[in-house]
Every structure is written in structure tokens, then in C-alpha cells.
């Protein structure tokens, strides 16, 4: 089940615009926006899907703490399939991304 409801306010600027403005000029594409819709603000990706940015250190705090199942990062990173391969982390969700994750976090730390 998705709601969309009660998403944070963003900008309606045709995509086509936006995607060139976040291709040149990304860091000013997220400023901009923030600037303009406060810290957490959502923008309709592709397909209609909309994205939330969220730039306050206490909201990044809680959705990378959250349970897995209550996050679904993989099905909106869909679109970066063709690049980075099916099994990728970032297109994983739930107890495979979890599985994979904690595979992969040994060799960062070192052990």
C-alpha cells in the first residue's frame, strides 16, 4: 500500500526541465528547491513516482535506522537497473538488501 497524501509540498516545473537543471547543475538543483520548500520536499520522478528529499540530519537519522520493511529504496532506484546490474544494493530491498548489506559491510570496516 503507498500514500501519497500527506508527501511534502515541491515544485510542478515540468520534468523535462528539472531532470536538465539536476544533470548540470545538481548541488543547485537541491539548493534551490530546499530554499524554496523548506528541508524535506517532494518532486514527481519519472513515471509519476514521487521522490522526497530530505536534508535535516535528525530525518536522515530515522530513515537509515528504520526497519527495512517499512522502506522500499530499491523499487524507486528501479531506474538505475540497466546501469548498475538486478542484484545491485541500491535496487535490493527488505531482508535480501539486509542480507546483502551485511555481506558487504566487513570488507569497509576492515575485518
Known sequence: ?????NLPKGPNTPRSLRLM???FQPIKY???YAKAYGDTFTIQGS???PIVYFSQPQALQRIFTADSSQLDAGRGNS????LMGENSLLLL???LHQRQRQMLTPPFHGE
Request: aromatic share 10%.
Open 21 to 23: 537543471k539536476f544533470i
Open 93 to 95: 530491498d527488505g531482508d
Open 47 to 49: 513515471k509519476g513516482t
Open 1 to 5: 500500500m503507498e500514500l501519497t497524501h
Open 79 to 82: 531506474g538505475l537497473e540497466f
Open 30 to 32: 537541491l539548493d534551490d
